[in-house]
Nanobody, 127 residues
Framework: QVQLVESGGKLVQAGGSLRLSCAAS????????MGWFRQDPGKEREFVAAITWSGGTTYYADSVKGRFTISRDNALNTVYLQMNSLKPEDTAVYYC????????????????????WGQGAQVTVSS
């Protein structure tokens, strides 16, 4: 089992910045590719960003490309999502997820790729 705990969600004004963290425990962190997804009430959970186990490759949804940056610190078992130039439409619950790296990742945009999920962190962007 892998336990994932997100933190850093809060209310922020449009144009502002926020960094989410996701701390992992329970298994070897470098065995997992990691992703961030988000979900608004009544909508599907959508892909935001993903990063391979080594941190060498990152992927982004078009809606956040150039504004968000995913990174990881394998020594701290933590993955981050730096969010800049936030917009009201970025408001959602943000979830981190872990996918065993020995399976195909294919950009990490598919929810079914992931084996473990965190409980989510609320991000609210006011206009």
């Amino acid at each position: 089992q892998v336990q994932l705990v997100e933190s850093g969600g809060k209310l922020v004004q449009a144009g502002g910045s926020l960094r989410l963290s996701c701390a992992a425990s329970g298994r070897t962190f470098t065995n997992y590719n990691m992703g961030w997804f988000r979900q608004d009430p009544g909508k599907e959970r959508e892909f935001v960003a993903a990063i391979t186990w080594s941190g060498g490759t990152t992927y982004y949804a078009d809606s956040v490309k150039g504004r968000f940056t995913i990174s990881r610190d394998n020594a701290l078992n933590t993955v981050y999502l730096q969010m800049n130039s936030l917009k009201p439409e970025d408001t959602a619950v943000y979830y981190c997820a872990a996918a065993l790296r020995f399976r195909a990742f294919r950009g990490g945009a598919c929810r079914e790729t992931y084996d473990y999920w965190g409980q989510g962190a609320q991000v609210t962007v006011s206009s």
